[in-house]
């Protein structure tokens, strides 16, 4: 049986390589590829030891993470962007448009960890990239993508309870 430490110095260059060859399709960065790997092979180490056929193992793997990554992004609907309401608009609109925001500003402060500064960041008007932010925050590139994943998941939790969901056709039940 190889070492734990042998194993992931032969799997390393595999792994890039399937990641970057991979990623593009699946619509995610091959750093969140690698890693989500990565994180599946050290659990199966935990849990049943070392796969008997590595390399075949780690691309079934690869392969598997980026369906999951691509059936994710289908079910994924764009952001539409929350403008101001018009000078002309409602006072009514207007106030329920501010306080939604106030509830989201202070869900996003609410969460733990690194998520204050990490949604703050993703939620800046000049709307800067991952390598931006990944500097600004002192963090990997390619931990960003499941941090904000994780971040996002628990903001939505939060707001759950406090925001009530649209129902047909976009109306408050």
Do not use: F, K, N
Not at 33 to 60: M, N, S, T
């Amino acid at each position: 049986m190889t070492s734990p430490e042998a194993l992931l110095a032969t799997l390393t260059p595999l792994l890039a390589a399937e990641s970057r060859a991979e990623a593009p399709a699946a619509g995610i960065e091959a750093g969140d590829l690698e890693q989500a790997v990565w994180l599946r092979l050290l659990e199966r180490l935990r849990e049943d030891g070392a796969p008997e056929r590595p390399a075949e193992w780690l691309r079934r793997a690869v392969r598997a993470e980026a369906r999951g990554a691509r059936r994710a992004s289908a079910r994924e609907r764009a952001y539409r962007e929350e403008r101001a309401p018009e000078p002309d608009g409602s006072p009514e609109g207007s106030a329920l448009v501010s306080d939604r925001r106030r509830t989201v500003r202070a869900a996003v402060h609410r969460t733990p960890g690194h998520c204050p500064r990490l949604l703050t960041a993703m939620l800046h008007p000049t709307e800067p990239t991952y390598r931006e932010i990944a500097g600004a925050l002192g963090i990997s590139q390619g931990s960003l993508g499941p941090m904000r994943s994780r971040c996002l998941g628990c903001l939505r939790r939060m707001l759950a309870a406090e925001v009530p969901v649209p129902g047909v056709r976009g109306r408050v039940p």
